[in-house]
Each structure stands twice: as C-alpha cells, then as structure tokens.
Nanobody, 129 residues
Framework: QVQLVESGGGLVQAGGSLRLSCTASGRTFNSVSKAWFRQAPGREREFVAVVNWNGGRTYYADSVKGRFTIDRDNAKNTVYLEMNTLLPEDTAVYYC??????????????????????WGQGTQVTVSS
C-alpha cells in the first residue's frame, strides 16, 4: 500500500520560513516527477512546485517563485519544499503528489492535478501577519 506522509507544517510569522517533507512508503518513485500543491479555505487546490525525477528540472507557480525551493532525495524517497519569506496568503494545506508517469526531457513538467496519481494527507501551514 502506497502512502505519502507530509510533515513540517505549522504556524509561522510573516517573513519566516518552513521546510516541508514528504516521504513515500510502499513503493519507490525515483523515475517520476513529484510536486507540491496547496489548498486555502474556500479555494481550489493549486499548483505550487514540481521537480523532475532526478532533481535536474524544477518549475514554480509565479506566486512562490524566488521564495520557495523544491528538491528531492531519491535515496530517502522524499521530496522537500523549502519556504522562505512566507506571506499570509501562503496559508493553506500543503499536499505532496507523485506523477502517474514519467516525463520526457522535452516535455514540460506537469502542473495539472489529474496527472498525479498519489497524494499525501496534507500538512497545514499558517502564516500570521
């Protein structure tokens, strides 16, 4: 049984930092992309960041570009999201996700929810002003 478990969320003041982790069990996902999405109250789930299978390519939502960094450690079957200069509008439940299939080098990394097969349960991030 595949499980993705996020950790690292919490309450932080605006301008602060958090580092989220997501570890998979039950299967290794070293050949597919991994991503982070988030969902704020009353809003749809939205893309945050994605990293390709070996960490060589990343892509970010405009709203987090320059503040967040996604990376992965395939030996630990883990993906991370380093979040700096946090803003109140970053408050949301953050979800990690694993892509359904591999991405060719010439293909863009997916930002679409249907392209992801496995999801974590989410971790709450609250940024106070």
């Amino acid at each position: 049984q595949v499980q993705l478990v996020e950790s690292g969320g919490g309450l932080v003041q605006a301008g602060g930092s958090l580092r989220l982790s997501c570890t998979a069990s039950g299967r290794t996902f070293n050949s597919v992309s991994k991503a982070w999405f988030r969902q704020a109250p009353g809003r749809e789930r939205e893309f945050v960041a994605v990293v390709n299978w070996n960490g060589g390519r990343t892509y970010y939502a405009d709203s987090v570009k320059g503040r967040f960094t996604i990376d992965r450690d395939n030996a630990k079957n883990t993906v991370y999201l380093e979040m700096n200069t946090l803003l109140p509008e970053d408050t949301a439940v953050y979800y990690c996700a694993v892509a359904k299939s591999t991405t060719s080098p010439w293909e863009p990394l997916s930002t679409n929810i249907p392209d992801y097969a496995y999801w974590g349960q989410g971790t709450q991030v609250t940024v106070s002003s």
